[in-house]
């Protein structure tokens, strides 16, 4: 939720306070965690020894070397050896794809901190470059859907319907979660919907190509490559760009909500103060 | 022939003399002239209100000229170019073209919108003061269930008003105000059908919402306000009890010049502030909503905020369904109790207020003196009851929006909201009659002693002692003669008897300050003092 | 008017009437009097400054002229702004982007201070008052309400009503029907019968075949194109409406559907839990499922999907159906499952349902089967 609406920047505090739990407890957590981690892989490696030999001698760019040593590193601990996954902690990343991990990590969502209903947006730990690595190591792994190369909006001048036409796309297949303004909405059991409005264009695309955490899959046969770039052309220049016309303040584009809180602490505030002054004595 | 040579002074006197020959109009208008209004901060509350109904009509008007209420389908091709080329209602597309091409329209539409939520609030807020003050008591019941009423139409005009611009976040909740009636029992589909010409949403709901809208309860509101007012002006306003105030007379300003004048400054100010809400803060951005589809939604789908206690006991309403299985099986829906029974009920028994307090307390009297809230704690436990019941049903109107940004379970909030709504209420109930005895008896001390001065003394005997400053008159020790306690405010600092100048000096000072300093009813009543006539307007 | 001395002294009795037409009088004397003849009595009207002309007056007159001016200053810049500014739609951070919050700053600032001139001149230049009138608040007068009374008890009689009863049933009889000729046109124009028809439209969606000429109807996008199995993916969903002419509009306002393709694993526990409903029995096709988008509670579009947990969320009142266990409510105020539609694939490859619906859709009402 890196909403960059005055809203959005004021709960951002307590998006810190939720995703950063003590550096000390981060790093006990951390170590527990490899600990099971290096105890089930000592496990698995003598019951499937000759198995992840054989994975071991695939054929790895360099890229996806450096992406496998970051692997090794930070994620091995849950998705395992070779991303096979490992029961009850992490999913296997056969077959994802590179655009999931772009997404996942370039997010910041993974590594996860702790295990809980969603996995929590914070600053990335790693840079574009080793996010690309790692995503070609999965791809290369596994195989699975990437993001397109080359610009994931439409320009209007070359289709000016596009903007209509991602609104369209966008108000059937994602306001009911994401909101009519993007702003993001919550989901059963502490799960929600994230904010679109500090999203780029890859991460949108490659949300809609993976689903991840538990958004729907909305696979190329769905929404073809040109339609999603026609959503990404609403959310970036309708939701994300575009001044909103209304006020100095678009309140969230929260709804009602924040409407009526508006009315009170603003509306009535002023006029009892007002009322104050006239009655009194002067 | 020669027009006689006007004299100019002789005009305003000749006219009036030309008016009362024809109109008799001189007797009542100096009555007009002449009514005492008494003067305090909480009498304006229920002015907000009036004062941004007179914007809503306004801006209302402006809005007709452009808004068509028709359900023709239309592609779109106006300034708005993310909707371009989408079909939608002429209803949508007139609400596109009236924020987006007419001049200033969009302006007028935020206004329409700030003003009928101000509207609102305006009106619960001045029910709470007149409800706390015991203002509603005999003989005002009648005003008082108007009062409610208002409410009530002015929740109709809200939520008609809502459902016009036929875009996504309107048609939703027509579905819902369709399911709603659907869940009515044996007559609930006859009901849905016969208002919506159909099965939903059919093409004829936005026209009749509309003339609903312009006419109807505009009409029902301009009627019973018009009475509100007329019977506060025929049975004159309740006021404070204080020094020289008694059940048989009204302490205040003469209706002109003073009185009228506040409230056209008053006026002026609402208009403006709502004028600055329409430009600073955005409201209900239609065209991000999209055209009403059946099958699209958004999360956060809210009515508008007094709407909101509905949909919120919607919300927390237990999945209770009732069935009778007689024939093929009838049901009732757990929808119809917190929408029908329960907007019922909490719109219509309120109205039957004073007549029960009335019943409870065997007072059959008129009373023209309000009460402050810690005399009648009972009523002020039950109030207190009543406004956290609908606090907690408003704000779970809210809860996903709430789930969402302070990252709380959704599952928890509506868990939360069920209990809050149990336990929450008599909690106030009980904490307010503590506060209201408290205040009370803090009063009482301060009658019987006298202000606590903070100086305190070393008595010879070494006893320590705080300095009470005595209100009235004294022992012969120099102890206070306890006074007797009058409902009405009682200084607590020893500045405001005039050791010191007051230390905040502002709004706030004269709300607790009594009008001439004496609190005891056994001091003489403010007399009329002749050398002051000197100092006038007149010549 | 005569002015009823009270027995506990009206308040207006402070002072003897005076004769109105004394050329002595001033002109607040005659205000005074007529005030007393309104049982009203002028306790204290003081100037709120000392003398005439003070340096205080004189500075809340510049205050207040200051606000006046103010306020047509800020009406100005309103009325320039109105006319030179664009205030078009454009996309983007544009200068029309600005136009209703000048305009409503300029507004705003001009009422208000327009007001706080009105306020401070009532409220500082006008002499500080303090007024006292007699309420009147006794009932009228034994006699009055004796008379009164009886007046309106010999309106009835002069009728004679009550000795006349023919004229009391002929009344009855005669008002009665004419009455309900007044509700007739508003009730009988309104109302409508939802059961009426073949084809009663409480019971049917656009996906019953009968009206397509027997033939199964398609599942179609928004714009009408078919969808294939591979159309959906894994964990994926897609909103659905029939595919006939109007049929993402509206016109079919219960159609709207969500096909959802579930994982294996949770496609099996969906068609163990649906093959064993004696309702929903093999309307799964494979992995995929199809629920009324239409929520049973209140009907808004129950289409928060989430593909881990396999919830569908209604965002209005949060009802919660769990997909696997034929979309049985599982918390909220819900209380009946998402009907479930039949589907399978037709010779060409596009989905299609089997049949319409075998539950009602949409919210939920007293004669629903």
Redesign the interface.
Known sequence: MTSDTPAGRRFRVFNRRRSAPSRARRRLGAAARMLAALALAGGVYTAFAPGAFAEDTRQLSASAQEGKALFDNSCITCHGRNAEGVEGRGPSLIGVGSASVEFQVGTGRMPMTRQEAQAEQKPPQFDKAQVKQMGQYIQELGGGPQIPSGDLTTSLEQDPKA?AAGG?LFR??CT??HGFGGAG?A???G?Y?PSLHGATTEQIYAAMLT?P???????D??LTPDQKREIITYVK??LQ????????FNLGRYGPVTEGLAIFVVGITILVFAAL??AG?? | MRRRKLDLAQVPANVGKGLDDRYKAA?PL??L????FPDHWSFLLGEIALFSFIVLLLTGVFLTLFFDPSMK?VAYDG????LRGA?MSQAYASSLDL???V??G??MR?MHHWAALLFMASIVVHMARVFFTGAFRK?REANWAIGVALFLLGFLAGFTGYSLPDDGLS??GL??A???M?????????V????F?????GELIIGRFYIAHVLLIPGGLLALISVHLGLVFA??HTQWPGP?RT????????MF???A??Q?????????????????FQINPIWLFGP??????????QPDWYVMFM?GL????????INIPIG????????FWPAVVGLGALTTIPMFYPFIEARRLKDKT?H?LLQRPRDNPERTGLGAMAFTFFIVATLSGG??VIADKFHIS??AM?WAGRIGLVILPPLAYWLAVRICLGLQQHDREVLAHGVETGIIKRAADGRFYEVHQPLGPVDDHGHPLPLDYAGWVVPKKMNRLGALAPAVKGFFYPVEKP?EAPVSPGMPP????EE??E????? | ?TVVK?P?GA?GA??EPVDVNDPRL???DI??E??R??D?????????FQGVNSKAEKRVVRNIAFLFLLSGAAALVFLVF?IVWP???K????R??Y???????S??????????????????L??????????H?TPSSDEDRLITGQTIAYLGEELGVQRRPLLKGAIGLGLAPLGLVAAAPLIGG??????KGAEP??YHTGFDPVPNGGKPVRLTR?DGTGI?P??????????V?PGIPHG???Q?????TLLIHLRADDAAAARAQSQADPINKNSMWGNYIAYS??CT?????A???????N?L?C??????FLITDNAR?I??????RLPQLPIEVDDEGFFVAASDYKETI????????
């Open positions: 903007l369209e059937i297949n009911s979660c909405g989901l059963s059991s799960k919907a689903g955490q538990n958004m729907p899959v909305f696979g046969n769905e220049m309708q760009d575009d001044k909103d016309p209304g006020g100095l002054w006239i004595k002067s | 007797t100096r009555g002239l002449n009514k005492v389908e300034a708005y170019p993310a079909e924020s987006f091409e001049r200033g969009l302006f935020q003989p048609g939703t579905r819902i369709s399911a709603i659907l869940s009515i029992p044996v007559v609930g589909s006859w849905s059908a016969s208002i010409g159909g099965e939903f949403p049975q004159k020289g059940n048989d007379n009204v302490v205040g300003e003469r010049p003073r009185y004048l506040k056209g400054g008053f006026f002026m100010a609402v208009f403006g502030v709502i004028a600055l809400m329409a430009g600073l009403y589809r059946a099958s699209e939604v958004s999360s956060a789908s949909d919607v919300r927390l309403m237990p999945a209770w369904q093929d099986g009838y049901v009732i829906p757990p929808l008129s023209h809860n996903d959704l599952n509506t009008a403010v007399t009329a003092r002051r006539e100092i006038t307007s007149g010549r | 008017m009270e506990h308040h402070g002072t001033s002109r607040f205000v005074r007529g005030a003849r309104d009203i009595e002028i306790v204290t009207y003081e100037s709120q109105y205030w078009e739609f996309l983007g951070v544009a029309s982007d136009f209703t919050p000048i305009l409503g700053i507004l705003g600032v001009s009422l208000l201070a327009l007001g706080f001139a009105i306020l401070s001149w009532a409220k500082k006008l002499p500080h008052e303090v007024s006292i009138q007699d309420r608040n309104l109302i409508q019968n939802p059961h439209m409480m928004e294939r591979e159309d959906v993916s894994v964990g994926g969903q897609i909103t409406f993402a509009t509206n079919y306002a219960d159609s709207p988008k239409i509670h209140a009907g808004c579009p289409s928060l999907y989430e593909q881990q947990t919830r969320l965002p209005c009142h949060q009802s919660q409510p918390f909220g105020p819900a209380s009946r949409g919210p939920d009402f007293w004669e629903r089967p």
